[in-house]
């Protein structure tokens, strides 16, 4: 069963950028319910996968759709999560996510640096839509994607220093700075660098962090990431700049510099996920562009 629903996942999900081992703790999680449909062979041809009260996927194979299949599914999980008492559903990101939303060519505000992936459209947000889920954010949510053949920013690399400010990798000694920054920017983020592989390894350690240095201070904070989301695909995300230190291009340089650390790696793509308005202009100094949203879907039960 769950060699066949990550099978599907991927069938039905080809541009999601998620580390395999995640993919399978998550379809794997005994805690997820899962409703499936099967045809006529037996074989596995949609379902909706859901935790607590979040649709983890929803998909239902291409020559099944427009049956009525993906309704059925969908009223299914809706009936469950009323059932075990919330009051709202979500699509997309919960405890953990598989994509954070919905997948859709859809933005719901202004966006720059755009080049969607092919064959990306508006029918699975429009088929939520229509089942009464609003995009719950006032922003677009998307990821963003860069082919490194097109990087041209070559003026800066790892170590250098520009405008007072060096932007250098984190070893062991700086991990409480690191912690400092990321409480100050975004609370959030500090879970995620608290993890001891990040700064030990003599630099040769993947995931690592990229900081940008005032004097003695961890003014920024960047993870940079080579093909553990796949082959030649390197990714930077989770940046951080405290606040004394926005608006400085703090956050430009250091993803330019982790993006040349990338190519000069050999990546051919690189790649950030899960991101809002504002930082399509920010990662577009780069080079990124904006490959995919997703709607935030939700719906009061
Ligand atoms: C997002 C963040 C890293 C930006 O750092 P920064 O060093 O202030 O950014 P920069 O000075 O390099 O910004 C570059 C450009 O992007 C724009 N920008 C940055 N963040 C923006 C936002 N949230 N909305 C709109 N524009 C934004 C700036 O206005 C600037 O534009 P301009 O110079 O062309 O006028 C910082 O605000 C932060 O730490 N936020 C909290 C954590 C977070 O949300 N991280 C992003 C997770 S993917």
């Not at 607590?52 to 427009?66: A, H, P, Q």
């Not at 994607?145 to 220093?161: A, C, H, I, M, W």
């Not at 606040?243 to 330019?256: D, L, W």
Request: a negative charge; glycine letters at 10%.
């Amino acid at each position: 069963m769950h060699k066949e629903i990550i099978m599907l996942f991927h069938r039905n999900f080809p541009f999601i950028v998620r580390e395999e081992a995640t993919v399978r703790a998550i379809l794997e999680n005994k805690d997820c319910n899962i409703i499936e449909k099967r045809n006529d062979t037996n074989v596995l041809i949609g379902a909706v996968v859901i935790h607590d009260s979040t649709i983890l996927m929803l998909c239902v194979d291409k020559e099944y759709r427009n049956r009525g299949i993906g309704s059925e599914l969908l009223a299914a999980a809706e009936a469950l999560v009323k059932k075990a008492g919330y009051k709202e559903i979500t699509v997309g990101a919960g405890y953990d996510y598989l994509m954070p939303g919905v997948p859709t060519s859809k933005r719901y505000v202004a966006a720059v640096n755009e080049r969607l992936y092919e064959g990306i459209d508006d029918t699975a947000s429009d088929f939520f839509t229509k089942r009464g889920y609003e995009h719950s954010w006032d922003c677009n949510c998307f990821d963003m994607r860069f082919p490194l053949s097109e990087f041209t920013k070559n003026e800066y690399s790892v170590g250098d220093t520009i405008d007072g400010i060096c932007y250098r990798f984190a070893g062991p000694e700086d991990a409480e700075k690191v912690f400092a920054c990321t409480d100050d920017a975004y609370d959030e983020f500090t879970t995620y660098y608290k993890n001891d592989a990040l700064y030990y390894g003599d630099g040769k350690q993947n995931p690592k962090v990229l900081i940008a240095v005032d004097g003695d201070e961890v003014v920024g904070t960047l993870f940079v990431n080579l093909e553990t989301e796949g082959e030649g695909l390197g990714s930077v995300g989770c940046t951080t700049v405290k606040p004394s230190h926005q608006g400085r291009h703090i956050g430009v340089n250091m993803v330019i510099i982790g993006t040349k650390y990338l190519k000069d790696s050999g990546m051919k793509e690189a790649y950030l996920g899960y991101t809002y308005t504002g930082l399509d202009h920010m990662y577009g100094y780069a080079g990124y562009k904006v490959c995919i949203y997703y709607m935030m879907a939700k719906k009061q039960l």
